[in-house]
């Protein structure tokens, strides 16, 4: 049994799982990064920044690796569509996102992005800008960036814990709030022409509940889980690299740039975990070509046990429990001088039922 449930795949994923047969028998590599960013400062808070001449450096490395900035909608729909001809591989392809809209977006971010003439994705937060908040951005830059190539996207309007209910909240009732969330920050956005479909869940938290909300409103999650888009994702949440702190470092960056969906079809797990801490995660392989004594995973405690339960199924063991707060179990496993990578999202309250604080 893994984690606390399986979520049941969406239609649109199953047809793109059922489509997978036909990926494996064309040539064609599709594998999508997304790169996430918060602010681009040097004085802000080291767990959601990134220095400007290492962002500056890190877009240089995209250019010199040969990798082509797509807007965040056509990278989801090359990576993933297998039935799409294609002239060539779409195994070189990025996205930038930003979450948040903080000022340094505008300020920094975007003179260095408009300048090479490449796209990206801001996720904002309605209410923050309503409000007229000084750290973050303006409507009238929202617009202007968006004029240059910028798309502005859903990140809740308030940037809530959405996963969290409030004491005495009714099922119903915490729904229709998440609803109101999505709804009210889709239709903010839309009132300044800035519509657009692409969500990414706050703090990349997200549960099964959560996911079918963003799934029957016809939207596109992104969370903050490390790995490639691939003909496998499942596009309710779809995984991004956050690039911040002590996760900058160039060549940790590269070999996320090259990385590639790892070929395993992964039943979404539930994150939450609430009475086994040691929860496993079988990875459960499209093919039996590859070679899995290669296959690497970490977790709590670090180097995680595997072990081969069938030709294509390997089962990931912690040796630690997960901690208090938001953990991820990262697997690699090489393939020329890329990587397959894939992430796990784990969620665990405090010993006393109640939530973590957010640092
Ligand atoms: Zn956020």
């Known amino acids: 049994m893994l984690g606390s449930g399986i979520l049941h795949a969406t239609t649109f994923h199953k047809k793109l799982v059922t489509g997978t047969l036909i990926c494996f028998l064309t040539t064609h590599v599709h594998a999508g990064v997304v790169l996430l960013y918060h602010h681009v400062d040097e004085k802000t808070p080291a767990i959601t920044s990134i220095a400007p001449d290492q962002f500056n450096r890190h877009l240089d490395i995209i250019e010199a690796e040969g990798f082509t900035v797509l807007p965040l909608d056509e990278l989801v729909k090359r990576s993933m569509d297998v039935s799409r001809e294609t002239e060539k591989n779409d195994d070189k392809i990025v996205a930038i996102t930003f979450d948040d809209a903080y000022r340094s977006i505008y300020s920094t971010a975007f003179p260095n992005l408009q300048a090479r003439g490449w796209p990206f994705t801001i996720f904002v937060s309605t209410r923050l800008i309503e409000q007229k908040n000084p750290h973050y951005l303006t409507w009238a830059q929202l617009a202007e960036m968006s004029m240059h190539g910028a798309t502005i996207a859903n990140h809740t309007d308030s940037h809530t814990h959405m996963?969290?209910?409030?004491?005495?909240?009714?099922?119903?009732?915490?729904?229709?709030?998440?609803?109101?969330?999505?709804?009210?920050?889709?239709?903010?956005?839309?009132?300044?022409?800035?519509?657009?479909?692409?969500?990414?869940?706050?703090?990349?938290?997200?549960d099964e509940e959560i996911l079918n909300l963003v799934g029957d409103l016809g939207m596109i999650g992104f969370g903050q889980q490390s790995g490639a888009i691939g003909p496998h994702s499942n596009p309710l949440i779809l995984p991004r690299y956050p690039l911040a702190g002590v996760y900058v470092g160039e060549a940790a960056f590269r070999d996320k740039l090259r990385s590639l969906p790892f070929p395993v079809l992964h039943p979404e797990v539930e994150p939450l975990v609430s009475d086994n801490f040691k929860p496993s995660l079988e990875l459960s392989f499209t093919n039996d070509s590859l070679n899995l004594s290669r296959l690497t995973c970490y977790g709590p405690g670090g180097l995680m046990t595997l072990s081969e339960t069938s030709g294509t199924k390997v089962l990931a063991r912690p040796t630690k429990e997960v901690s208090v707060g938001r953990t991820r179990y990262n697997c690699t496993l090489p393939k020329g001088n890329r990587f397959y990578w894939f992430s796990q999202l784990w969620i665990r309250k405090q010993s006393d039922g109640s939530w973590y604080h957010e640092p």
């Not at 729904?175 to 903010?188: H, I, P, S, V, W």
């Not at 839309?190 to 990349?204: C, E, M």
């Open 163 to 206: 996963i969290r209910r409030l004491d005495a909240e009714l099922a119903d009732q915490w729904r229709d709030r998440m609803r109101g969330e999505l709804l009210t920050a889709k239709n903010l956005l839309g009132k300044h022409g800035l519509d657009s479909n692409l969500f990414a869940y706050p703090y990349g938290e997200y």
